[in-house]
């Protein structure tokens, strides 16, 4: 029989929200037109200021010893790798800007850049669920898209595993879940709408 807190850490691994924001954004790029080679670059630049880029500085820090795991369970150690992501994410969305990227790509850039600062300043003072906002935005996407209901189910799953894991507590995943889902909706919903 599994154990419960092997499939826990098992899911928290593979629903990484950085593994996850990489696949949503290829997704989302199959919504897009116009010249297949525009199309690659605009979600290489987005995969490498989103995903590529913040987890490489995550694992240079866990490699120095100024981190000790990949989830960062330290609140303010979460700060800095936050900063980073956030600044990244926002670079990421001027060149996509200049570069007239597909609209879907370029909301879901914002979005995500967006998240990242709230969550930056959430952490300064409080930790939130990190894989709960992650997840339930990248659910907000699919749910946007595709209208696909489904997307609640690894959403729901990562924060059931956050829970058994004692990585967060209730109010840690619902705040996570509610800022992720929350931003995205408005911000990759208005965007997609206007």
């Not at 909301?107 to 995500?112: E, H, I, Q, S, T």
């Not at 946007?144 to 507590?169: E, F």
Request: net charge positive.
């Amino acid at each position: 029989m599994l154990d419960k807190e092997k499939f826990a850490l098992c899911v928290s691994r593979v629903l990484n929200p950085v593994f996850v924001m990489g696949i949503v954004i290829v997704l989302v790029s199959f919504e897009a037109s116009g010249s297949g080679a525009w199309i690659v670059l605009c979600v290489l630049i987005a995969l490498f200021f989103t995903v590529f880029a913040p987890w490489g500085v995550v694992l240079y820090m866990r490699r120095r010893g100024e981190i000790s795991e990949l989830f960062i369970p330290k609140r303010r150690d979460r700060l800095r790798p936050l900063f980073f992501f956030s600044a990244s994410s926002w670079m990421g969305v001027g060149i996509l800007y200049f570069l007239h990227s597909p609209p879907a790509l370029y909301a879901l850039m914002v979005c995500v850049a967006a998240q990242g600062t709230i969550a930056l300043f959430i952490t300064m003072q409080w930790k939130i669920s990190l894989h709960a906002m992650g997840l339930w935005a990248a659910c907000g996407v699919v749910i946007a898209l595709y209208g696909s209901w489904w997307a609640v189910v690894p959403a729901g799953l990562v924060s059931w595993a956050r829970l058994a894991l004692q990585a967060h507590s209730i109010s840690q995943i619902l705040v996570g879940s509610i800022v992720g889902a929350g931003v995205t909706f408005l911000i990759f919903g208005y965007m997609l709408n206007t």
